[in-house]
């Protein structure tokens, strides 16, 4: 078979996975228990080193910025009467889904180990994710609830059905873009939609692709961006300014970065010709800011 | 004329020729189509083929005639299969005693037409013969073929009567285990067990050589009851295990009776066994987005792992977005293969 195109195979490291995998590698033995029993336990992901990333490549001189979807997540679990015990990178390590998908399993059962100990220490009863990989990572392959009968939860299905109230600034159109791994991978569709319904004066659109045959936002488990992935990703964004939205959401920080990214080196280079008049945000950062709004 | 001008005019020739070429593609597209190429390669059944094998057929035919016209049977008379005068007698094939012990269990099938209990008249009765016992003999094992043969036939027959939804049973199938349809297997049951004693009986004499206590009767006895017995002890287990609530198997049940069952290669995740439900639908080539940007005509996905054609560009392009799990109507997990084979790949490479 004679191909034409050239195939990158290479991984690359990107800055954010070397530290992550420097952390795995370094065993802890000490053990740790929370200052007092919570019952739900929430996990912000991997969002620090994320930040790390984008601030000290050249990547994105956007102004993503991802620790805030950790902080809107905690603002509206308060908001719904739960007080969650914050499994941050102090205690907790990375859920090693990019790693189990790069086919690093040493580093994954590292991660993986350390996790589960820590876990069993805590001794919360519910584990909720803002972020789509994590949700999946837990959920399947730790086997949280088989293992441990932890049940995990993404933020949500949390959220859904707690009698919560938004407002929106304007009246926006806003389309969600389901991620992969907590669409098609765990099922879950109608919570985020649900979520969005609630805000008033928002108007929700569902794009071209959506629930079982939404486009992917192009690079999963940043094993590479390259112009392959980045046509996927533009496909995403012109499905969005066909369908004349102001603000796409997503449920995945990935995407977010991703979309984020792509929208930005957009601004970057005008000349290309590729525009795209909309922003993308994180489920989380949107319901946050109309809860202000309302306040 | 000025140069422009003269680039406009040649455009729109180009365009006009290239709109009847796709005229003419269009016209003539059955002509030129690769399916109608196809299907006239080889020849027809009729004539071509039938006058051929009726030629051959009857040659052969006419050879069998002369021979037999001409030439004398090498052999002797007939064999008489109750004749009894070699001992102990000569069998045949063990696979074809069933059909010896058919002709040995039929009777004499005669009408007793009792004329002497008229009174006054003085008649004798009257022993008409339907069929000697070496033709009906002869007859149940056309019987028996026959009605392997009818099978399928009967069986939808039955279902229309019972159920005239149940009559398009060729498009939906009907149940296959045991335990689903106790009915169908006792008597699959009892076609068995019928001709494991027909082969029995077949060999009667011999056996009663070495057990005398073991006669004829007693082996008609347990050739005509022991096939009821066993299907209904069948029938009876079966329907006792329905009524137990046993369910159809589900996919991971059948994979580990699957690997319990086969040693000399033994799966080794459910996503292989799976792989190999794989029809090449290419509903997952449709929908992969990774293909509709980079691979063209060539990123088969499915289709190329399960002939093993992939040269890892599959694997590492992938994005693992599972579209191709979602649209398959076999479910089958790819991303679990893609999961596991870059593992395999990276393991010693990471760190």
Redesign the interface.
Known sequence: MNRTKPYSRTIPHPLFERLIVEDAMNEEKESWKPERPHEYGYFPGCVDFMDVEVKFTHLNKGDADHASIAAASIKLLNYADIDPLILDMNIFKCSGHDQLWQGQLEVFDALKEHNMRRLKESGIKIITCSCAECYRTFAVDYDLPGTLGIKVEHITQTLQGRGLKFKAPEGVTVAYHDPCRLGRMMGEYEAPRDLIQLVDGATMVELENNKERALCCGVSSMMYCNDATKAVRRKRLDQGTDAGIDLMLGGCPKCYMHMQCMLNEERMNPDEGHHHDYEMMDLMQFLVACLEEEN | MNEDDAVEMIYEHQEEQQSLDTINKLEHREEHSVLEADMVKGEPLYPHEVTRDSVLSLYIIALFFYLSAFIPPPLHEAADPTAGTAFPPPLPDWYLLWAFGCLKVAWDIQILIPLSSIPFLGLNDIHLFLMTAKVWGTLVQGMIIGLVVAVPFLDRAIGALIDPQYGDVINRGHERRPIEDPVRAAIGVYGIALVIMLSVFSVNANIAMYYPQVNTDVLSQLTLWGPIGCALITYIFLDRRRSEGAKPLTDEERFDLYTDGITDRRMQRIYEFKLNRCYQCGLCDD?C??R???GEN?LNIIFNTFQNEH???AM??C?????C???CPQNIEYIDYV?E???????GV??
């Open positions: 929908i987005p990774v509709d940007m980079e060539e040269d890892g560009v590492w392009s994005i693992t977005c599972g579209m799990t979602a649209v999961l084979q870059r593992a395999l790949t990276t393991m990471s760190l």
